[in-house]
Antibody
Framework: EVQLVESGGGLVKPGGSLRLSCAAS????????MNWVRQAPGKGLEWVSC????????QYADSVKGRFTITRDNAKNSLFLQMNSLRPEDTAVYYC??????????????WGQGTLVTVSS | DIQMTQSPSSLSASVGDRVTITCRAS??????LAWFQQKPGKAPKSLIY???TLESGVPSRFSGSGSGTDFTLTISSLQPEDFATYYC?????????FGGGTKVEIK
């Protein structure tokens, strides 16, 4: 059974940093592109970032480019999102999502339960 | 970026009703369109991909159609567990983008 379990969310002040983790199991992690997708409270879904299966290519939404960094550890079946210079508008539930296709442009076949990031003073 | 417009934004329906949700892309996306279901406090769940392919384990009362710019999600006979918010997503062009959602409520 595919499982994605996020952790690392919490309350942080504007300008602060946070590192999210996603632990994957039930599939060969290194064979899949992995993504972060976020959802602000009461709002819709926004793709944030993608890491390709071999970690040789990453992509970011314009709203987080230069502030967020996606990495992965294929040996530990884990995905990470380092979030710096956080802004109140980054407040959201952050989901780890598996890409169905081996392209940056993909839909998502499995999602984690999400971790809440709150940016507030 | 490709804009995805869903309509309606919300609807009220009864158990057994046929429900149709529309998603329109701001440019041609071929059939690179997915549909998700989200219940309150839960993660989105994949229902349909490539516009009309049903995800494994999803009931056959769900169906998707369309290509180019206009797409439809249909629930043939609404069940109590189908009350949720539904999102479309295009994955033809970077960045992938989602529709604003359609909330299906109990009448």
């Amino acid at each position: 059974e595919v499982q994605l379990v996020e952790s690392g969310g919490g309350l942080v002040k504007p300008g602060g940093s946070l590192r999210l983790s996603c632990a994957a199991s039930g599939f060969t992690f290194s064979n899949y592109n992995m993504n972060w997708v976020r959802q602000a409270p009461g709002k819709g879904l926004e793709w944030v970032s993608c890491s390709t299966s071999s970690d040789n290519y990453t992509q970011y939404a314009d709203s987080v480019k230069g502030r967020f960094t996606i990495t992965r550890d294929n040996a530990k079946n884990s995905l990470f999102l380092q979030m710096n210079s956080l802004r109140p508008e980054d407040t959201a539930v952050y989901y780890c999502a598996r890409g169905r296709w081996l392209t940056v442009t993909t839909d998502f076949d499995y999602w984690g339960q999400g971790t809440l990031v709150t940016v507030s003073s | 970026d490709i804009q995805m417009t869903q309509s309606p934004s919300s609807l009220s329906a009864s158990v057994g009703d046929r429900v149709t949700i529309t998603c329109r892309a701001s440019q041609d996306i071929s059939n690179y369109l997915a549909w998700f279901q989200q219940k309150p406090g839960k993660a989105p769940k994949s229902l349909i991909y490539t516009a009309s392919t049903l995800e494994s384990g999803v009931p056959s009362r769900f169906s998707g159609s369309g290509s180019g710019t206009d797409f439809t999600l249909t629930i043939s006979s609404l069940q109590p567990e189908d009350f949720a918010t539904y999102y479309c997503q295009q994955y033809d062009r970077y960045p992938v983008t989602f529709g604003g959602g359609t909330k299906v409520e109990i009448k």
